[in-house]
Every structure is written in C-alpha cells, then in structure tokens.
C-alpha cells in the first residue's frame, strides 16, 4: 500500500481547515508567540489570522501554576482528552454547539474546585497557549534528562535551566512514565534556589551556628570522629544514608561506616517504611524487592491496593491504575480511608486501622473455603499448605469481620475478585507495613499471592510501591546493618567484600536506626551523621527521639536546609549539593536504575554527597577506597560486588530502561520476578501468622484511633515542597475527622484543634471530610511547626522495627487560645 499524506487535495483541505480556525483566531497570539504548535501551523501554510477579541466563558487566575487565555481555545478538545485518559480527573468539558462551543471545567468555578491536580499534561497538550505555564519562558533549547527527586516512581524528565537555575520541568517520553508527570516532578522545583538553603558549612559555636570553611568543618568532624573512637569504640558513632542521595552515595555511606569508622551501625529511611516488605519478600520469596514491573498494570484484570494511596502518592502509577480500572479491570481496596481509588472500587474493606492480619487471614481462609486455589500453582511451587489450612480455618470471615470493621460478604467477594479475575496484580503499601505486625502483615498477603497463582507472571504479583526517589537503592547499596551492597547477608558475602576493599570488616553486629536511638538513650551512641535524612522530625514520638538525641556528642548533618535535626541538635552541618546539580544513578520501585544528571551547578560551597564523604574518608586517613573521579566509577565497583547488578553499566541505562537482577552486560534485565521458580528455591511456604493486636488502644480517655500518612502537594518533612508554590495548593497538614464526630464534639470545619495522645499533643486545623469513617481521624505529617510525631507511640514492628505511625489513640478538643 502507498499512503500519500500531503497530496495537494490533502493540502488544500488542511488550508481550509486552518482558515476557519484562524477567521475566530486572535492575531495578536500569533505575534506573540510564533512558536506555539498552531501558531507554526499558520505560518506554513500562510494561513493569517483574522478573529476580534474573542469573549471566554472561563477565566481562572487563581491556578501558581496553569494559566488560561480562552481567547485562544480553537476546540481541538486535546486538553479534555488528555485530561480523563491520561490523567483520569475529568476536569474539562466541552459546552454548547456550533459557534457557541467553549472549554471550561465542568465541576466547579476554577481548575482547583474542578478538580485539577495540577499534574500539567493539559498544558503540554494545548497547541495555542490557550492553556500555559505560569511560569518557564517559552522557547528553550537545551533540556537535561534526569530522574524526578520525589517518589519511588522514578519518572524521567527534561530541565532546563537559564542564568544558573532551574526554569522549567517536561515529562519525558519514556518507559518509566510515558510522558506523564504528577504535580511535584513538574512544577516543585524552586526549593533548589530557596533563599534558605545552606550553601557554606556550619558549626555551632556557643548555641550559634557560624559558617566556616570547609577545611575547619572537615577538620572538627574528623576531629571528634576519632576521639570518640579511641574511647568508646567506633560502635558508638553511627551514620544514616539518605533515600534522596544517590546510590553512588549511599554505597559510599555504607563502605565509609564499616572501612573507614569499622562499624556495621548504618542504616537508612527505608527503616521506617518499607524494610518490612524487604523483609517479608526475602524470608518468603527471596529477594525482597516488588515481584513485578508498573507495565503489568496494563496486563492485570483485578487490582488489589492494601493501605496504599497511589493517587495522591504516586500518582503518575496512580494514574496508570486509574485509567486500567475505568477499562475494565476490577478493583479491590484495602484501606480504612476512602481515597479516591477506594471510591472507585468493586469492593472497599474500610479495615480498621491495625487489624490487617486478620482480615487477609480471612481472606485465605475463603480462598481455601470457597475452592479458589490454584492448584497446579500450590502443587508444583507451594509447601506447607496443609498446615496452613488447618491454621487459617479459625479466620473465617464471619468470625473476624466485626472486629477488622467490614462485612464477611465483602471480604468474600474480594477474596473472589482477586483469585478469578487474573491475573491480579497487589500493590500495598505503608498501611500494610508501619504496624506492630508490619512485616508479618506483608507474609499475610503473600499467602494470598501464593495460594491464586498470582505470582511470577505479567500482571499480577507483590508490589510495594517504595517511598522516596532511592530509597530502593539506598537500602539496596549496603544501608542497613546486616546487609551489604546488593542486599548480600554480612555471613555469605563478607569475605568477597574484605578482599575486594582489602580490610577486615567490623567483627560485631550492627545496630538499625531504632537501636541506634535506644543507644543514644541509654549513653550508648555518641555521634550520629545523617545525610539527607531529618531523623528527629520524622521519627515516631518526639519525646523519645528528643531525649535520645540530646545525649549525642556529636550531630553531624547533611543537607540542603537546616531541617528540625539540624536545628534541634546539629552539631556540624554540611551543605549538600541537590539532585539537579550532580551525576549519578537512583533505583526506582520498580528496580529500574536510573540516570541523573546535573542541570545547574552547585550555591557557592555545597558539594554533592559523595564528594564530601570522601573528603571526610580523606581526613580521617582513609583516601584508597575512596578517591573516585566521578560518579560513574564509583558504580563500577558497585557492579563488581554487586553479581544482580553487574549488567547495569551507565552506557547501558543511558539505552535502555533496564530492571535488576541484570546479571550481565548482554541480559535483558528483569521485568517479572520469580518465573519458574522462586530466587529462594523451587518453592515457597505459606506462613502461619498469628494476629497480635497493638497495645495502642482506644479507651475512654482517648476514644478516636489516630493515623497518619500523606497528601498530594507535599512531601514527607516538607523541606523541599514547602519550598515552592505547592504551599499555596496545601497550606498545611490537617486533622481529618468525619462529619458526625465533629457534630458530636461541637468543631468546625477549618478551626484548631488540640490533638492529644498519651504521647504528647499538638494543634492542627480541622478538615471535615466523610473519606474518614467515624471514630477515626487521618493527619499527614508534612509541616515541621506542627510536628505530628510528637503524638505517635513507640510500638515498633516485631521483627524490623518500623515505627507504627499508623495507629494512635488521641482525643481532641477546641484549640484554647492560650495555646
Ligand atoms: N505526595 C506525596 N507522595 C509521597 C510521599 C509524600 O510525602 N507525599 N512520600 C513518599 C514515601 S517516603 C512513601 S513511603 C510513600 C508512601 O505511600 P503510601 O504507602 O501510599 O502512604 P501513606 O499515605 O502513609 O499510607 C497509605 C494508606 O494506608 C492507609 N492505612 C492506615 N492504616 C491502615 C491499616 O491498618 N490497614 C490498611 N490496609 N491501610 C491503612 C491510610 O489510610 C493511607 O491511605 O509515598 C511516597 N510518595
Ligand atoms: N507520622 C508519620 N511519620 C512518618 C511517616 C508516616 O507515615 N507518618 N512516614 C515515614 C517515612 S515512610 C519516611 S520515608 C520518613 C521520611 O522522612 P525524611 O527522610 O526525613 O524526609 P524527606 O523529606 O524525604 O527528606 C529528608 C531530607 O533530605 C534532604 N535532601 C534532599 N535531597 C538531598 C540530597 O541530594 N542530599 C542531601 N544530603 N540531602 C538531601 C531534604 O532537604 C530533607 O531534609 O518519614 C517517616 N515519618
Ligand atoms: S493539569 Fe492535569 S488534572 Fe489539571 S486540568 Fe490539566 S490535565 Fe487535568
Ligand atoms: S509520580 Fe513520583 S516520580 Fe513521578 S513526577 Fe510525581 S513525584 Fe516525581
Ligand atoms: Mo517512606
């Protein structure tokens, strides 16, 4: 066949076309701004626009970032396309016929009330500037392909930057993505220049912090480093790598701990999120990673969240689970709120907060009862499912509902969706895993994945949707005290790595984050250095953190801001270079590893992670091993101790977008764990979890179950989205109550409350919302003033340690303005 697509009848149909856009067009648009798609159109085709001012039915100034000119819509419908199939909100319709036709939000007087999430793909969509960025001058040339700093979704992006500093953000076309971007990859860039960022380094001299050089902070550092091992042993000193850092760092973090201080107390954020799910996944499965990829969304005929909020926290996959569910595919929820997916669900299980175990014991326990397994599956790759049914037939649904706080016909029919609609594809998240029983909530669900068959092919699988842009790699890269790069256990790997670094790795077991807390307390831990990480603000009860920190000798932090750790107890702060000025690699959700690169370079004096820790290694006589040129080299001894690695060489990720284990230079990478068999053995054992409930309890004194999480527009301690015009989107954390409970307490929407645990207290602005159910209460923890942790207990996860920052007995009350 031959197709002709600009045949001269072709060509003169196109010029009518433009003709009658252009007879309605403004001309003083196309002056303006001859690049714009429609504009470059009109000029090919000398095509002259002709219109008068034209009368909008919709204007909208009250959007930091999108800005509307009406004048300009020629109704090519691009924006209300993109905006249901791509991003799934539904914001514009399409009003009237024939001449009268206007674009405008059908739900509400602006973006915002109809229901924008201001994720941008409407803009990029529009040909005219009718729709456009507030801010970003419009003709750039040079774009920057780098990885977004925020969550675990790892979405590639183009920058580009004028006189030194970051302008503007586009999505870019990529596997990872697909040219989609959530609100904070697109538009929160501006902390990067923030008046407030450190750029010089900092001691505390007499409670003030004074800038000094770097020769001074390096030299006091290793100073005190060195006192402190020579009189309490280097286990008393512990260093924290940073989920925002690279994996170049990280890895560098993790050797400088063990090489150069010789101690295995190293440890990073993934402590308090998702190590349970690591763990859980290694004991069950053997490698404790998301068994699948986000491509497998598309593949998947039901979807099963668990105490996961895709839309507001990754919301570029969110979208993506948006757009399979309006397709077709079914969908279940797991989650006490009802989040926007829950909303969409087939079945929502409003779970009461803490009572995971028994409720996805009852859900084995019908999958068992009703006949729902997979039996070639159970045969050739399961052990243990004798026992295990024996075990689980105490859990029927009927006999568990009440106290989970669902109905047993609603467990029932989730427990039918998910084992026939395959293949069904989980994602959970930090519902599941910051808990008493975290990890064991984790083996709770694998057992569903096991006795389905829902595992180790397209579509279906365990997958915990990770938190920050590294915090996979930083774990992954030797951040944790048992573990080194590559999650090697210390007994099996220790060696290769003794030989390879060609010193003696330290003899006693490492403490994580939560011991090395509990050290501090008891005048056990004398320093801490914690890089990209503010441990105080973030850490479950404030009280116990504060004390604990107090005693430290020594606080070295490392950062773009004097964040509360810094402010609270820093002893040293180190200016830190951010991700859009330094080269490196992060390892996203789905073990994808991915590029960034520099877009603009380093404030005066900040340096990038992973020049500093070797500078440091330098200082304290310990320049070989640490005295790499560039990032690049760093990650090539990375892929030499590193064998599921070992293939992801820059040269190859530059290509292709490639998902570990990628054992070597010519694999293929892979997309789907666990295909015939599973990495720890032919087959995998169903575990016997017993439910444990959490001593933190409601009673009368305090009667509403508390849990906390996040939102949309801000990011976990706030140092960097509080830095950008997404403060105006959200301007501060709320505590979400349902509307019958502040009808019985007397509240209303918007006033402050005191917020009191038997933990602490603190004063937030009510948010009257019916996606909490009454008798529980919801507030995210993005705001360092309001400082929700000093409500949160100091129940930790039985087997890791994870904080259990989502269940709190509170009681509130009408804020005092004595304060
Ligand atoms: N916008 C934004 N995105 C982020 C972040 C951010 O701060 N802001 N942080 C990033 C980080 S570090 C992480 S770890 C991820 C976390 O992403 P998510 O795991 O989605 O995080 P959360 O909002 O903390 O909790 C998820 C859900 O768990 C539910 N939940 C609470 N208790 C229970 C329970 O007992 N059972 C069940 N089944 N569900 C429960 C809550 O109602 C909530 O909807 O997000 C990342 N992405
Ligand atoms: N109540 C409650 N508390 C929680 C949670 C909850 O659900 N509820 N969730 C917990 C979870 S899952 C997490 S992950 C933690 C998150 O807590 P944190 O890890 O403390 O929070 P982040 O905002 O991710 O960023 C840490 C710091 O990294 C800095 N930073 C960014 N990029 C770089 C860089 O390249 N180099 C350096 N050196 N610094 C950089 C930022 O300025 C910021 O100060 O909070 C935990 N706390
Ligand atoms: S920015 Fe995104 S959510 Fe908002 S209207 Fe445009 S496409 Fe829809
Ligand atoms: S979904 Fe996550 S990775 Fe993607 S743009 Fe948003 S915050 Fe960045
Ligand atoms: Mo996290």
């Given at each position: 066949m031959q197709v002709r697509t600009h045949t001269p009848k072709l060509e003169a149909l196109r010029r009518t076309n433009l003709e009658l856009i252009a007879e309605h067009y403004p001309p003083q648009a196309v002056l303006a701004e001859p690049e714009r798609a429609f504009h470059r159109l009109l000029g090919q085709y000398g095509v002259v626009a002709a219109g008068a001012t034209r009368e909008c039915l919709f204007q909208d100034e009250t959007h930091p970032y999108l800005g509307v000119a009406m004048d300009r819509c020629i109704h090519c419908n691009r924006c209300v396309r993109i905006c249901e199939e791509l991003q799934g909100q539904f914001v514009w319709e399409v009003w009237n016929r024939g001449e009268d036709t206007r674009v405008a939000p059908g739900k509400?007087?602006?973006?915002?009330?109809?229901?924008?999430?201001?994720?941008?793909?409407?803009?990029?969509?529009?040909p005219t500037g009718a729709l456009f960025d507030k801010r970003g001058p419009e003709a750039i040339e040079y774009w920057t392909r780098t990885t977004c700093v925020y969550c675990g979704v790892g979405c590639q992006m183009d920058v580009s930057s004028r006189d030194g500093k970051v302008v503007a953000v586009r999505p870019a076309n990529h596997p990872t993505n697909r040219g989609h971007l959530c609100v904070k990859g697109r538009y929160a860039f501006e902390f990067n220049h923030a008046p407030d960022r450190i750029?010089?380094?900092?001691?505390?001299?007499?409670?003030?912090?004074?800038?000094?050089?770097?020769?001074?902070?390096?030299?006091?550092?290793?100073?005190?480093?060195?006192?402190?091992?020579?009189?309490?042993?280097?286990?008393?000193?512990?260093?924290?790598?940073?989920?925002?850092?690279?994996?170049?760092?990280?890895?560098?973090?993790?050797?400088?701990?063990?090489?150069?201080?010789?101690t295995n107390n190293v440890d990073c954020c993934a402590r308090v999120c998702h190590t349970p799910s690591a763990k859980a996944l290694k004991t069950?499965?053997?490698?404790?990673?998301?068994?699948?990829?986000?491509?497998?969304?598309?593949?998947?005929?039901?979807?099963?969240?668990?105490?996961?909020?895709?839309?507001?926290n990754h919301p570029v996959v969110g979208a993506r689970i948006k757009q399979a569910v309006l397709r077709g595919a079914k969908l279940v929820v797991v989650d006490p709120r009802c989040t926007e997916l829950a909303q969409l669900a087939d079945v929502h299980l409003a779970v009461k907060p803490g009572y995971n175990v028994p409720l996805f014991n009852a859900l084995a326990a019908t999958l068992i009862e009703e006949d729902l397994l997979d039996y070639a599956f159970l045969t050739e790759r399961v052990s243990g499912f004798d026992d295990f049914a024996a075990f689980v037939a105490e859990y029927a649904p009927e006999r568990v509902a009440g106290e989970c706080g669902v109905a047993a016909a609603d467990i029932r029919a989730a427990a039918r969706i998910y084992a026939t609609a395959k293949p069904a594809m989980c994602f959970h998240g930090l519902g599941m895993t910051e808990h008493l029983q975290g990890t064991e909530g984790v083996m709770t669900l694998i057992n569903l994945a096991l006795l389905s068959g829902n595992l180790g092919k397209p579509g279906a699988g365990i997958n915990p949707l990770r938190g920050q842009n590294n915090v996979q790699g930083s774990a992954q890269m030797g951040c944790d005290p048992a573990t080194l790069t590559g999650s090697q256990l210390i007994k099996d790997a220790g060696p290769r790595f003794e030989a390879a670094w060609g010193c003696k790795l330290p003899a006693t077991h490492g403490m994580d984050l939560l011991q090395m807390i509990d050290a501090a307390r008891d005048g056990n831990l004398k320093a801490l250095w914690a890089f990209g990480y503010d441990v105080y603000l973030s850490l479950a009860n404030e009280a116990a953190s504060r004390t604990a920190m107090a005693k430290l000798d020594l606080v070295i932090v490392q950062d773009l801001f004097l964040n509360e750790t810094a402010c609270a107890f820093g002893t040293v702060f180190l200016p830190a270079a951010s991700f859009f000025e330094k080269e490196g690699t992060f390892m996203n959700s789905d073990r994808r590893v991915q590029r960034i690169r520099a877009v603009v370079p380093p404030p005066s004096d900040a340096w990038p992670d992973w020049w500093i820790i070797q500078a440091l290694a330098a200082r304290l006589d310990h320049p070989q091993g640490f005295c790499f040129d560039n990032p690049r080299a760093i990650w090539d001894e990375v892929r030499t101790l590193w064998p599921d690695g070992a293939g992801l060489s820059y040269e190859r990720i530059e290509r292709e977008s490639l998902h570990w284990p990628c054992p070597d230079e010519h694999h293929p990478g892979t997309p789907v764990l666990h295909r015939e068999r599973f990495s720890a053995g032919k087959t995998a054992a169903l575990a016997c979890i017993d439910f444990v409930p959490t001593p933190e309890t409601i009673d009368d004194d305090y009667p509403l179950l508390l849990t906390t999480g996040r939102t949309l527009y801000h990011f976990n301690a706030g140092t960097m989205s509080y830095r950008t015009p997404n403060a105006a989107l959200r301007s501060s954390d709320t505590l979400d109550m349902s509307p019958g409970d502040a009808a019985r307490l007397g509240l209303a929407d918007g006033e402050p409350v005191h917020v009191h645990s038997r933990h602490g207290m603190t004063t937030l602005p009510l948010r009257i919302t019916d996606v909490v159910r009454t008798g529980q209460l919801f507030a995210s923890f993005h705001r360092p003033e309001l400082f929700v942790n000093r409500l949160t207990s100091l129940v930790r996860d039985r087997q890791v340690h994870t904080p259990e920052y989502k269940v709190t007995a509170v009681w509130v009350e009408r804020a005092r303005s004595d304060g």
């Amino acid at each position: 066949m031959q197709v002709r697509t600009h045949t001269p009848k072709l060509e003169a149909l196109r010029r009518t076309n433009l003709e009658l856009i252009a007879e309605h067009y403004p001309p003083q648009a196309v002056l303006a701004e001859p690049e714009r798609a429609f504009h470059r159109l009109l000029g090919q085709y000398g095509v002259v626009a002709a219109g008068a001012t034209r009368e909008c039915l919709f204007q909208d100034e009250t959007h930091p970032y999108l800005g509307v000119a009406m004048d300009r819509c020629i109704h090519c419908n691009r924006c209300v396309r993109i905006c249901e199939e791509l991003q799934g909100q539904f914001v514009w319709e399409v009003w009237n016929r024939g001449e009268d036709t206007r674009v405008a939000p059908g739900k509400g007087p602006t973006l915002l009330e109809g229901g924008c999430v201001s994720c941008g793909a409407c803009v990029d969509s529009c040909p005219t500037g009718a729709l456009f960025d507030k801010r970003g001058p419009e003709a750039i040339e040079y774009w920057t392909r780098t990885t977004c700093v925020y969550c675990g979704v790892g979405c590639q992006m183009d920058v580009s930057s004028r006189d030194g500093k970051v302008v503007a953000v586009r999505p870019a076309n990529h596997p990872t993505n697909r040219g989609h971007l959530c609100v904070k990859g697109r538009y929160a860039f501006e902390f990067n220049h923030a008046p407030d960022r450190i750029t010089t380094p900092m001691l505390r001299r007499n409670g003030e912090w004074q800038a000094v050089s770097w020769d001074d902070a390096l030299d006091f550092i290793a100073g005190r480093l060195r006192d402190i091992v020579a009189r309490d042993g280097p286990d008393a000193i512990g260093v924290l790598g940073s989920a925002r850092a690279s994996n170049e760092e990280n890895y560098l973090a993790q050797k400088f701990a063990r090489v150069v201080l010789g101690t295995n107390n190293v440890d990073c954020c993934a402590r308090v999120c998702h190590t349970p799910s690591a763990k859980a996944l290694k004991t069950m499965l053997g490698t404790g990673a998301a068994t699948n990829c986000f491509d497998d969304i598309e593949h998947a005929h039901a979807l099963l969240l668990c105490g996961v909020n895709p839309t507001e926290n990754h919301p570029v996959v969110g979208a993506r689970i948006k757009q399979a569910v309006l397709r077709g595919a079914k969908l279940v929820v797991v989650d006490p709120r009802c989040t926007e997916l829950a909303q969409l669900a087939d079945v929502h299980l409003a779970v009461k907060p803490g009572y995971n175990v028994p409720l996805f014991n009852a859900l084995a326990a019908t999958l068992i009862e009703e006949d729902l397994l997979d039996y070639a599956f159970l045969t050739e790759r399961v052990s243990g499912f004798d026992d295990f049914a024996a075990f689980v037939a105490e859990y029927a649904p009927e006999r568990v509902a009440g106290e989970c706080g669902v109905a047993a016909a609603d467990i029932r029919a989730a427990a039918r969706i998910y084992a026939t609609a395959k293949p069904a594809m989980c994602f959970h998240g930090l519902g599941m895993t910051e808990h008493l029983q975290g990890t064991e909530g984790v083996m709770t669900l694998i057992n569903l994945a096991l006795l389905s068959g829902n595992l180790g092919k397209p579509g279906a699988g365990i997958n915990p949707l990770r938190g920050q842009n590294n915090v996979q790699g930083s774990a992954q890269m030797g951040c944790d005290p048992a573990t080194l790069t590559g999650s090697q256990l210390i007994k099996d790997a220790g060696p290769r790595f003794e030989a390879a670094w060609g010193c003696k790795l330290p003899a006693t077991h490492g403490m994580d984050l939560l011991q090395m807390i509990d050290a501090a307390r008891d005048g056990n831990l004398k320093a801490l250095w914690a890089f990209g990480y503010d441990v105080y603000l973030s850490l479950a009860n404030e009280a116990a953190s504060r004390t604990a920190m107090a005693k430290l000798d020594l606080v070295i932090v490392q950062d773009l801001f004097l964040n509360e750790t810094a402010c609270a107890f820093g002893t040293v702060f180190l200016p830190a270079a951010s991700f859009f000025e330094k080269e490196g690699t992060f390892m996203n959700s789905d073990r994808r590893v991915q590029r960034i690169r520099a877009v603009v370079p380093p404030p005066s004096d900040a340096w990038p992670d992973w020049w500093i820790i070797q500078a440091l290694a330098a200082r304290l006589d310990h320049p070989q091993g640490f005295c790499f040129d560039n990032p690049r080299a760093i990650w090539d001894e990375v892929r030499t101790l590193w064998p599921d690695g070992a293939g992801l060489s820059y040269e190859r990720i530059e290509r292709e977008s490639l998902h570990w284990p990628c054992p070597d230079e010519h694999h293929p990478g892979t997309p789907v764990l666990h295909r015939e068999r599973f990495s720890a053995g032919k087959t995998a054992a169903l575990a016997c979890i017993d439910f444990v409930p959490t001593p933190e309890t409601i009673d009368d004194d305090y009667p509403l179950l508390l849990t906390t999480g996040r939102t949309l527009y801000h990011f976990n301690a706030g140092t960097m989205s509080y830095r950008t015009p997404n403060a105006a989107l959200r301007s501060s954390d709320t505590l979400d109550m349902s509307p019958g409970d502040a009808a019985r307490l007397g509240l209303a929407d918007g006033e402050p409350v005191h917020v009191h645990s038997r933990h602490g207290m603190t004063t937030l602005p009510l948010r009257i919302t019916d996606v909490v159910r009454t008798g529980q209460l919801f507030a995210s923890f993005h705001r360092p003033e309001l400082f929700v942790n000093r409500l949160t207990s100091l129940v930790r996860d039985r087997q890791v340690h994870t904080p259990e920052y989502k269940v709190t007995a509170v009681w509130v009350e009408r804020a005092r303005s004595d304060g």
